[in-house]
């Protein structure tokens, strides 16, 4: 499990990009522009984060 108790700052920044980029792409959800469609940057984001978990980054 993630230990949030022993994050430093590149995790936080790490989250807080990613909770910034989810609120960008929510908003332009459905817009006619191809890059910004949420199915596809949720896949991504889970997919990144699998990777930096098994990686030991927020460990």
């Known amino acids: 499990m993630i230990n ?6 590149p995790q936080w920044l790490m989250l807080g990009l990613t909770i910034m980029s989810a609120l960008i ?5 459905g817009q006619p522009q191809k890059p910004y469609n949420m199915n596809s940057w949720f896949i991504s984001s889970i997919i990144s984060y699998w990777i930096l ?3 030991g980054f927020f460990s």
């Open 4 to 9: 949030v108790n022993t994050w430093g700052w």
């Open 25 to 29: 792409v929510t908003a332009k959800h």
């Open 53 to 55: 978990i098994a990686g």
